[in-house]
T-cell receptor
Framework: QKEVEQDPGPLSVPEGAIVSLNCTYS??????FMWYRQYSRKGPELLMY????GNKEDGRFTAQVDKSSKYISLFIRDSQPSDSATYLC?????????FGTGTSLTVIP | KAGVTQTPRYLIKTRGQQVTLSCSPI?????VSWYQQTPGQGLQFLFE???????NKGNFPGRFSGRQFSNSRSEMNVSTLELGDSALYLC?????????????FGPGTRLTVT
């Protein structure tokens, strides 16, 4: 069983839509839950992270973690064409990352 | 402040050859991690170096090795290349080991093995 499972998509939405990106994980030792955004031909960049369970909001982005069901979500409100990228979830133990394969998102103007 | 730089950006090698990739971390960062990214497996952790010492290692064969120099620059070497080694190799730096939320990635080196 993989440490992290993520639907690769692709996901295509109209501009202004609410986007939901999700991951499941298997390791109960994960403490930090990161989301990275990767544009084409670039390295991943850290979007936001949460520690343990709960929600965290940053502008149009909300990260949610449910440790009881081992489920991680990223919500994007009022999606913009500039949000078109691959989004990777990355739960980790504090020492080592485990990345999802990424979900490719396209926001259509 | 300059970001993480990786050289070369693109590389084509033949099966059986070896390759060395280079990573220069952000100034002041002492930890460098290497990852392999492929469409099917996603990002997989190779190893992390901190103060010239390997701190963590992923589940890759011994053909994959690395080192870090006193100026924190790091190199990754892959010997006896296989077709399956074709991937984007990413380097990430952070201030210190364990501060995983502060990792900054470089643009990667695209390796193609023919």
């Amino acid at each position: 069983q993989k440490e992290v499972e993520q639907d690769p998509g692709p996901l295509s939405v109209p501009e202004g839509a609410i986007v939901s990106l999700n991951c499941t994980y298997s390791n109960s030792a994960f403490q930090y839950f990161m989301w990275y955004r990767q544009y084409s031909r670039k390295g991943p960049e850290l979007l936001m992270y949460t520690y343990s369970s709960g929600n965290k909001e940053d502008g149009r982005f909300t990260a949610q973690v449910d440790k009881s069901s081992k489920y991680i979500s990223l919500f994007i409100r009022d999606s913009q064409p500039s949000d078109s990228a691959t989004y990777l979830c990355a739960p980790n133990t504090g020492n080592q990352f485990y990345f999802g394969t990424g979900t490719s998102l396209t926001v259509i103007p | 402040k300059a970001g993480v730089t990786q050289t070369p950006r693109y590389l084509i090698k033949t099966r059986g050859q070896q390759v060395t990739l280079s990573c220069s971390p952000i100034s002041g960062h002492r930890s460098v991690s290497w990852y392999q990214q492929t469409p099917g497996q996603g990002l997989q952790f190779l190893f992390e170096y901190f103060s010239e010492t390997q701190r963590n290692k992923g589940n890759f064969p011994g053909r994959f090795s690395g080192r870090q120099f006193s100026n924190s620059r790091s190199e990754m070497n892959v010997s006896t290349l296989e077709l399956g080694d074709s991937a984007l190799y990413l380097c990430a730096s952070s201030l210190s080991s364990g501060l995983v939320y502060e990792q900054y990635f470089g643009p990667g080196t695209r390796l193609t093995v023919t």
